[in-house]
Every structure is written in C-alpha cells, then in structure tokens.
C-alpha cells in the first residue's frame, strides 16, 4: 500500500499561506497527500523548513510507503567512515524526522511505529558511532591490547539506552538518555587505567557527534546523567564498578530505570550480561509494594521542583510531568512491574503499553483500567509530539495563549478548539483519578475504642523491630486503625488481639509487609483469620511474611495442580537458575509458598485434614524429586557422575502412604545399584560406597540445611536397614538381601508403605516389584502378629500419649490402628500402603469381618482429623483453653462434632472400640479401663 492509500487523517494548516506555500513545492503529488504536505507546513514551522530541503527525498518517499524509504536511509549509513558519519547522520535525522512527522499527522503509522522509527535511528547513531571511536582509538595504540577486529564489538564496551530509548518509545524531539560501561574483565589489572581513559574519551567524542548543533542540525542531544553517581563518576564506567554500586546503594527510582534498559550499541552481549547481573538489584524476589511509597514520594518531589502542584489549568500544563499527564501512567505501570516482577518474569517488559497489558492479563491491573490508561497514553504521547513538532522543541508544555492552543488543535485534525480542550481535560483528569488512588497513601483515621488491657498490648508496638524505621511506623498507623477494627470483630477479639501481638513480635522487619497491607487491605483479614483461629500459623507467618506475595499470585486459591504439576513447576524454576545454593533457597521459597496456601485452605475449610494430607505428601514428593537431579548435578561435578545405575530415593512411613500433616518431618532410604563399577570417574573419584553415602548426606543438607529461606524438611533415615547402626545408603544388592534374610517384622511392616519418589526410574521399578514380591513372602510368617503384639506393647510403653486431647499415641489411637493396618497388609501380601485400603485389604483375607474394618475406620479418622488440625494450630499437645475460641471453632468443624463434650465423647468412644478390636486380633488381653 501507498503513503496517500494508508491516509487516516490530516491536520489543517493553523497558517493556510505557509501550507499552501509547501503544497506548491510538491505539484505531482495526489490531493490527499497535497492536503497532508499543507497542514503540516501550514501547522509547523520546523516541518515546514524540512520540507523544504528535502524535496526530492521526501517526494519519492510518498510515492511508495514509508518503510521502505526508512530503512534505505538507516541502510545508508553503515559502511560509512568516521570522518563522513557526523553529516550522515544529521542527514537521516532530518529525513526520519520528517517522515515520522508525515506518518504520524497522517495516521499512517501508529505511535508505536513513529517512536519505533526515531528509535532505530537512535539505535544505529549511537552503535556506529561508538564502533568507529572505538575503532579509531584501537588505530591510535590508545586501548591496550584490543586488535582491529575488535572495534566490531566496540573492544567491550557498551552504551545502554535508557527510559524512553529503551523502551523503544522515543519522543518526536527527545533527549536520549545512555549509560556508556565497559567489560573491565577484558583487559589485564595493569592496562585497566589506560583502557579506562580510552573510553571515556570515546564517550565524550560520541556525546559531541551526536550533539552538537552544525550547519547540518544535530541528530540527539544526548544525556549521561543517569549513570551511577553522576556527580562524581566519569562518562564510562567499568561494569564492575556499576554493579557493586547499585548492589550497595542502588535507589528505587534507578531500579525503576533499568525496567527499561537495554543495551543499543557496541558490545550487546557484554551489555546483557551486565543486565543479567543486575536482575536481583531491579526485580525483588518478593512483592515490593514498598515501591510504591518510593514512587508516590518521587512524584511529589517532581511536583514541587518544576512548580506543578496546584489545580489542573490547561495554559502551560506540563503533559509530562504535570497532574494526569503521560508520566503518572508510566509510574503506574512501571511500579507495578517492580512489585510483581521479580515472582512473574513475563512482566519484565520495556514498553508502557505492553506493560499495562501484561499486568492486565496477569491480575495486576483490572482490564478496563489498563485498556483507558493505554488509551489515554496514546493520545498524550500525540498531543506531546504535536507540542515538539512545532519547532522541534524539546517541550512537553501546552501552550499559555489563545492561539497555540488553536495550532495544537488544528495539528490533531479538530477545527474546534473548545472541543480539543475539553476533552484533553476530560483525559487528564481522568487519568488523575486512575493513578491517585493507587500512589497516594490513604489518611490516618481513629481507631476503635480498646480495652484497658487491650490498650496496653497496643501502647508497646512501638518498640517491636518491625516498626523501629521512622518509615514502617509512618506506614504501620495509617494500617493500624483498620487492624484493630477487624480485630475487634473476631469471636474474642482480646485473644485474637494478643495472637496478632505475638504476629508482630516475630516480625524481623516490616516496611515490605505493611506496604503490602496497605495495597491489599483483604490480606489483613487473612492476617486477622489466622490470628484469632492458628497460633501456630500465624508464628510460621511472622518468620515467613514473604509467603503472602502468593496470596496476590492470582491462583492461590486455584484447584490443587497435583504432584506432577508441582514437581514440573518447580524442576523448571531451578533449570533457570545459575548457583547449587540459588537454587536450594529457591526451593525453600516456593516450597513455604505452597505449604501456607495449604494451611490457609484447611484452615478456611476449602479442604478436609485427608486432602491437606494429600497436598502436603505431594509438595513433600515434588521437592525431594526436583531437589534431587540438581544435589546429584553438584555432587558428580567434584566426584564424577553416579557409579553404575545411580540410586533412587524411597519414601517411607507418612510420606510413603501419601499423608503428611503440617508439621510432618521425611523418612527416607536411598537405595544404589552400583553394578559392576567399583568407583566413580571424576576430578576427585570415590569408590562407590563413600561415593553414595556422601551422596546421601549431600540430599539430606540440600533439604533439611537451614539457610537464608530456612529448611526445607527435616529428614529421618532410621528406617533404612539396621537403622541408626547401618550405613545411611544401601546398595540393591544388600537391601534384598537384607530383607529377605535379616530384617525384623517392622521393618517389613515399614516397607507395607514404601514408594519410590525420585532418582533412576529403572532401579525405582525393581525396588517397588521387589516389596511387592516380599510383602507376599514375608506376611505368611507363623511370627508375625507375636511381633506385632511386642511392638504394641513397647510403642505404649514408649509413648504413651500426652494430654486429654491426644489422637495419635495410645490404646486405639492412630499409631495402634496403622500398626494394624499394615500388619493386615503384610499379612494378606497386599502392597497398599494407605491405612483405608490396607484395612480393607485385612478385610478381604477373611483376618477380620467388615464391621471390624469399620470401627477401625472410624477411629482412625477421627484420631487422623484431631491430630492434622492439632498440628496447624499449635506445636505442643492441645490445650483447648489455651488455643481459644477460633480455634476451638475450627476443631469442631473439622471433626464435624457439636460440642467438646461431644468431641471428647466421640474420641472416648472410638479409640475404646478400636483398642478392643486390635487387642481382640492381637491375640492381647485388653487393659482395664
């Protein structure tokens, strides 16, 4: 299509003499494009003075399309000397600037294609002119030890374009903002000062080439001053020293500027390399809702520097900076990527307008918001533009008379200028009222009158680490008000009151998580919820506040994805990260993350204690089998890689049986088939014993070692072959063995619920269909229930239960009733490994009757729901006087009784019936009541 077919619009000339005067420069041209040339001209007095001199260009570019014509000028470029690239280069910028200027007035390029057109103009100034400085230095003998050849990549050094450049968004008559470093790592300690000189003289030369204004104009003013420190820094920096001062004293407002840095000329690998290593600087791994107080500050200090404060008037409004102007939607959208990038990577997006979609397709920004402010950003970016055009004036102030006004107006097409004012004030304020809300901070308001003692737990906040920063008690009083409000509504609002003071007694620092408040008032019900319900979650809170980001995460409350899911998700998280250690606190990250979503949906009955269970055991599995391939990785890369098959991991006791609760530590066995090879073949080789041991240890530090993120699980491996006494991995070889011929009736009672969870899938499935053949074996043993009734009776001796409320250990209690169930298992050669289905299991052998199977049933659930809800709410034995209302509450609904007198009727009852029947099969006589 042709420039005059691809019309959309067209400005009407302010001054119809000056329009006509440039119509008459282009006789052949069709009327539409005559009509265009003439509003332009007669609407801007620099386009004007373009079209004038470039007369031809400008002609054979509107006989076809404009894209072609700029990519011929940016093409014409590149072979160019040193000596002929200043004139070419202000050559391209008055062509570009006037065929951008035509396409966006005629609508035939969108925003995005004219800021993308004086962006790629930028781009290719910048990156040849640093090539050949570069070059011409290298030629000098004033860069050590860099050849001719290196001049291609600039000998590592790298300008990086910044805000608006870096985005790709150029303003029609924009500045260019770069940050000029180099790859110090390149060149030897003693040749680093000389290299150092050359390239900052290589970036004053480029700032001249591309600045100063000649008989042929200039290309870009060209602006250094947000590199680090600017005030004291030189023009090029080395990388080394860039990173160590945004590691040490990098602001929020430096970190909002490399949301849009990108390298654009000399060394682009070096250049993104050091923004891979910038990526922890600028993207937070928690929600920084901090960000926003940072940015709110930053546009009130913006405000008052250029006098913008006050009521909206028109005349001499700054669209930039001004009240709804195009910098407010920038802050909108960049401070959200800011929170939300560091856990969404898919935010981490240069453009204003791909940005507001992405955080609309992520949750963060409703949709009709995002799409009104992409609206609006367009037309304030085009009246900007139309503001430059006049006289190319780096300008973003609306005019203070009648006249420009009506010059404004006639450049966007609209002969009214009344109309063209009222709905660019219907734009801003409206754009005012979008962006307010979500950067000002709300008001201090009164609080709720307060007990006497309610008062005093209140008056002693202050002194708590979490409000000791001027900046977090600011923030915390503003909260306050509504905390104690919804406090007060809780069953009992002084207990709730004192769990939530032990909530922020625990807290370590509180800036981050009261933003996060603040943004998100629905977490303080949350807060408030598990305060005055789950002491022990809310203690777990107070060590762990980063686990709420993943309430705002957008699928916290989504259906569980199962363990396949999970450990999918999770081994991907770890590909993409570099370090052994980064990713062990990344697994701890994510693993606590799920962990609370699962104590929050038990806890707010969107699960039972069973499918809790269930979630748990699968979050457990998912992480022993991502955390594996990685602990083998770092282990085979000091000692060579797994002699023979390599090993696997089996799952023993609750996580074997797929039924953890929310405190519930890991048994394990790891189990390795060295074949025939007798040591492994690496740096530092290990026969295969030491080799699979050290292995071992090595899986148990990468789960249960604390670091930053604290652990992962706690791990028991007592249940491997002769428990503490064996060594803590067995070969294949000698677990068979072992089994078969040495282990005692428990330990085959413990493989009942033994499930390969990681490692060599080969050697796992010889593992699961040798338990199976065992279990078939072994549970025809004339010894069997004489056992099972020793062990009963030294587990009562050993554990007896502790408190009223004990589900777990005692006469009929949960650990008598698995005990059965797996001796039911082993007796019938059934390789169940659940409580129900190893009881039906007993059943179906004719052992007991079904009636039998369903007492048991019966009081196993009630022991399993008392003691999973038991685990949530605190971390000692249940006192329902000390856990309170809410959780008392919890406890009833749970175990879906009235009453704690019916609750401990009920409990009473069922273990009684149950530790009749086991005594009853055990051949034992039952203790007296």
Known sequence: MTFATRLSRCPIPFDPEAGAEARGLFPDQPPEIGALIAGTAGCSPYLKGLLEREVDWIGAALAGGPEPALEAELASLQELPLADLGAALRRAKRRIALLAGLADLGGVWSLEQVTGALTSLADTAVDLALKRLVGDEIRRGKIPGATPEDAETAAGMVALAMGKMGAGELNYSSDIDLICLYDESRYDPEDSHEARAGFIRVTRKMTALLTDLTAEGYVFRTDLRLRPDAAVTPVCLSMAAAESYYESVGRTWERAAYVKARPCGGDLA????????????????????AAIQDAHDMRLRIRAHKGLAGPLVLEGHNMKLGRGGIREIEFFTQTRQIIAGGRDPDLRVRGTVEGLARLADRGWVPAEVAEELTEHYRAHREVEHRLQMVQDAQTHLLPTSAAGFDRIARMTGEGDTARFRARLTERLERVDTLTEGFFAPGEEAEGPDLSESAAAIVEGWHVYPALRSDRAGQIFRRLRPTILGRLQRAANPDEALRQFDGFLKGLPAGVQLFSLFEANPQLIDLIVDICATAPQLSTYLSRNAGVLDAVLGG?????????????????????????????????????????????VHHLRGLIDAFEAAKQYADLAEAAVAAVWPPCVAEFARKHGAPPGRGAMVLGMGSL????????????LIVIYDPEEAEASDGRRP??????????????????????????????DMRLRPSGRQGPVATSWASFVSYQRDEAWTWEHLALTRARPIAGNEALAADVEAFRRALLAEKGQGATVLEDVARMRARLRAAKPGDGAWEAKQGPGRMMEIELLAQTAALRAGDPARRVEAQLRAGARSGWYDKAVEEELLAAYRLCWRLTAATRLLTDRALDLDAVGEGATAFLLRETGVASVSDLAAALAERTAAAERRISALLGQAQEPA
């Open 686 to 715: 290990l026969a295969v014993r030491p080799y699979y041991a050290r292995l071992t240890q090595a899986l148990v530090t990468a789960l249960s070692a604390p670091m930053a993120e604290g652990r992962l699980y706690e791990v």
């Open 656 to 667: 074997g049986a797929g039924r953890l609760n929310a405190t519930s530590d890991l048994d």
């Open 555 to 599: 699928d916290f409350f989504a259906p569980w994805p199962g363990v396949a899911a999970l450990r999918a998700g999770l081994t991907e998280m770890l590909a993409g990260i570099g370090d052994y250690e980064g990713k062990l606190d990344a697994a701890r990250r994510w693993a606590k993350e799920w962990h609370f979503r699962i104590g």
């Open 270 to 289: 070096a250049g993104a390399r050091f923004l891979k290593t910038l990526t922890p600087f600028v993207w937070r791994k928690h929600l920084d809702f």
